[in-house]
């Protein structure tokens, strides 16, 4: 057959001058039930799309055409136009039963006769413990025996982490309980209480123009920015700020916003502290830092310096107030029109005594690896979520990813909007048809999102199905909102990442050295995310009043989930407990990554959270 083949690419004017390239076509062949003639048909296309060079088929072209072909085996599924199957007594009892270990169609989701149904479940659909795959919709899927790498993982969830980690929590000894039962239907689905939301921060209006702030709005938000730090200070009890750049041998305090005097990264002999235009016209003055036996610095953040400026061209920093004080009780206002809406378009008959308890997982993407657009990772996530029926399921962008190589070059066939509807709105759908009510999904954007407006803060995304919006809530980004009273906040830029790279820092030698810890609290202490943004966009949308329950910052950076103490409590001696949860990415290459399953009793303290990696 391999001569034959051969043959066939000769008489189109192609040549195969390398054995390996022959057994790959070969497999090709087998695997797809290709005759030699049509394989080489679908190269032919493949060379044309690809603008490929030279007669010669390369060992290096083989990754891309095998691609081409699961492209071409899943569009000759989607042709096929499928009807729904009425389910019988039969069917239950053939499922419920492990004699017919070949079935290729699930019974999870309730038949309809929808049309839009455009796109059939990838070759990489979920498998079952027993062997059988399954997908969480009735879509038919494509039988193949080609394994991606990360179909090929020896443990499919390990816990990487957990905090307070109890009984209930290991994946282990539920894997093994759950397995006992994962074809009964009727067991699978347990009756929960609804989570209700209410979303607390506006974002932009979907469709919004940007890129048109301008210099004066800029100059006016950083000023705007020093001045609510003063006043903020002045108000817990500290001296009112005065000009930096004055010489005295008194003591003085000041507020300002660090700087770096030269190009590149901040350091020690390089940092500098910019006044007010009030209070010093804007000059700035470097800081000496000798003296200070701790402290922890980046180009944006606002702080107050107490210490004295005998030269009047360099302040000696003897103390450091680097957060606002805090105000647990204090909600974002707003308009009492826009509340209104918000209450009910979230909280239909929802009870004022609703407890602070929230199960909840927390997943950030990218949703695919690297190799294909199967979107794996994520079928994986629905059906962990289908076993373990937390109330709600965050999922944080990019959901398609304009970093994954084939986007990159441009070899896909599909627009991003039809990805997007396809491949994450229809199996989120399904996953909440199955679930049935109670469950609740989130959805928040990434500026890495192929499908989405490329700008910072960002619209929630515009999903116009009534039946989709009942279950799957879209917010802005960055985003805040109440889960059964429980306050989350979350952005989907690397703003861990982005304060890694720019902090310098001191710590005492029998101090604590948790450095995520440390990035976390600086978003907090700041209540502000300082990154690049259109501040003609709903500036306050970027305002944190209030340190939240949960703060969810997925990042590049190791996953991680931590309780943060924040300040005190004006009045009282118990400090602000926040949990911070960096998720990962669920996709890493074309391997699984980690995301966070988190039980919220009440408080900080009495939740459980683990890092799960997949």
């Known amino acids: 057959m391999e001569d034959e ?127 059988t795959r399954l997908s969480l919709g009735n879509q038919k899927i494509l039988s193949t025996d080609i394994m991606t790498p990360f179909e090929q993982r020896t443990n499919k969830f ?66 705007n920015r020093i001045r609510r730090h003063a006043a903020a200070l002045v108000a817990s009890g500290l001296e009112k700020p005065v000009d930096p750049t004055i010489a005295s041998e008194e003591t003085l305090f000041s507020v300002g ?44 953040q606002v702080v107050g310096i107490e210490g004295h400026n005998p030269s009047g061209h360099c302040l000696i920093a003897s103390k450091v107030v680097d957060s606002i004080p805090l105000s647990v009780s204090s909600d974002l206002e707003l308009p009492p029109s826009k509340k209104q809406a918000v209450d009910q378009e979230f909280q239909p ?90 469950s609740r999904v989130i959805l928040v954007p990434s500026i890495r999102d192929a499908s989405h407006d490329f700008v910072f803060p960002q619209p929630a995304f515009d999903i116009d199905s009534s039946e989709l919006q009942h279950q799957i809530t879209c917010l802005a980004n960055p985003g805040l909102f109440d889960a059964n009273k429980v306050k989350i906040g979350c952005c989907t830029l690397d703003v861990l990442k982005h304060l890694s790279s720019e902090e310098i820092s001191r710590i005492p030698t029998d101090g604590t050295r948790d450095r995520m810890g440390r990035l976390a609290t600086h978003v907090l202490k700041q209540r502000r995310h300082d990154v690049p943004l259109d501040l003609s966009l709903s500036p306050e949308s970027l305002q944190i009043t209030s340190v939240p329950d949960i703060l969810i910052l997925p990042s590049d950076l190791a996953p991680f989930v931590k309780i943060l103490s924040v300040g005190e409590i004006s009045g009282a001696e118990e400090q602000v407990k926040c949990i911070s949860v960096n998720p990962g990415r669920l996709a890493k290459g074309v391997g699984g990554g980690t995301f966070v399953e988190l039980n919220y009793h009440g408080n900080a303290e009495r939740a459980n959270a683990s890092v799960i990696r997949i």
């Open 349 to 438: 008959n929802a009870p004022s005594t609703t407890s602070e308890e929230l199960s909840l997982i927390v997943a950030a993407g990218p949703f695919t690896t690297t190799d294909n657009l199967l979107f794996q990772p994520l079928i994986e996530l629905l059906a962990y979520a289908s076993r373990k029926q937390p109330q709600l399921v965050m999922l944080l962008g990019p959901f398609v990813d304009s970093e994954h190589p084939d986007i990159k070059r441009g070899a896909i066939d599909r627009s991003f909007d039809d990805i997007f509807h396809v491949e994450i709105l229809r199996r989120l759908q399904d996953y909440t048809e199955y679930m049935g009510s109670a």
């Open 158 to 223: 390990v816990v990487q982490v957990a905090i307070k980690k109890s009984p209930e929590t290991d994946i282990d000894e539920r894997d093994h309980e759950l397995s006992n039962h994962e074809d009964d239907v009727i067991k699978r689905v347990q009756s929960k209480e609804r989570c209700y939301l209410k979303v607390l921060s506006s974002g932009p209006e979907r469709g919004c123009r940007f890129m048109y702030d301008r210099i004066e709005e800029k100059f006016n938000s950083l000023e």
């Open 257 to 300: 916003m660090v700087c770096c005097d030269a190009e590149g990264r901040l350091n020690e002999n390089s940092i500098l502290l910019q006044g007010s235009a009030e209070q010093s016209g804007g000059q700035n003055v470097r800081l000496d830092l000798q003296k200070l036996t701790q402290f922890s610095f980046f180009p944006g």
């Open 5 to 131: 083949i051969k043959s066939e690419f000769e008489k189109s004017g192609f040549s195969v001058n390398e054995e390996e390239v022959l057994k790959k076509c070969l497999t090709f062949c087998i695997n797809y039930k290709l005759k030699p003639s049509d394989l080489v048909s679908s190269w032919e296309v493949h060379y044309l799309n690809r603008q490929l060079s030279g007669s010669e088929v390369q060992n290096a072209h083989m990754d891309g055409f095998l691609l081409h072909l699961q492209n071409e085996q899943r569009d000759a599924v989607i042709k096929e136009e499928s009807y729904p199957h009425v389910y019988s007594s039969t069917d239950i009892d053939m499922i419920l039963s492990d004699e017919h270990e070949d079935i290729r169609e699930d019974i999870i989701g309730t038949p309809t006769d929808r049309q839009e149904r455009l796109r059939a479940e990838p070759p990489a659909s979920t498998p079952t413990t027993n062997g």
